[in-house]
């Protein structure tokens, strides 16, 4: 349930979850979750098997690289297909790479939106944008 101003009517989120505001009526809310639900139903389904192809790419590249984690920054803003993308091109252009085998070894990798600067994140992680060429 959101605030009254952030959702006036019932939408279905990118992870499959219905949002409906707080000021909503009854008959509003009700008629929103009979017309959403398809939707929401198929969103959620897509984005679960999304996380299953993510997590294999994750343990994929966590071998690969000798990597101590991979994961999300801000898993709002970073959707599943961008991690998987990111996760994939680094195999594809980096996985044959032992100097960078080197230098990923016993790292985290962290993985966050678009138009960021590779750096250093609060916890030693290296995080790279989803979108780095």
């Known amino acids: 349930v959101e605030g009254m101003q952030a959702c ?9 979850r219905i949002q409906i505001g707080a000021g ?4 509003d809310i009700i008629s929103s979750l009979s017309r959403l639900a398809p939707e929401a139903n198929g ?34 803003t970073v959707t599943s297909p961008q991690f998987y993308e990111s996760l994939v091109r680094l195999m594809e ?7 960078v085998k ?17 750096h250093l994140g609060d916890d030693g992680s290296i995080v790279i944008p989803w979108n780095w060429l």
Not at 24 to 27: E, K, L, Q, R, V
Not at 93 to 99: H, P, R, Y
């Open 24 to 27: 909503m009526a009854t008959d």
């Open 93 to 99: 252009k980096a996985g044959t790479n032992n100097e």
């Open 102 to 118: 080197k230098l990923l070894v016993g790292h985290s990798l962290g993985i966050t939106s678009r138009g960021q600067f590779c």
């Open 8 to 16: 006036r009517r019932g939408s279905v989120t990118k992870e499959g």
């Open 43 to 76: 969103t959620a389904v897509a984005e679960r098997s999304m996380q299953t192809k993510c997590q294999g790419i994750v343990n994929r590249v966590k071998y690969a690289f000798g990597l101590h984690l991979v994961y999300r920054v801000g898993v709002s």
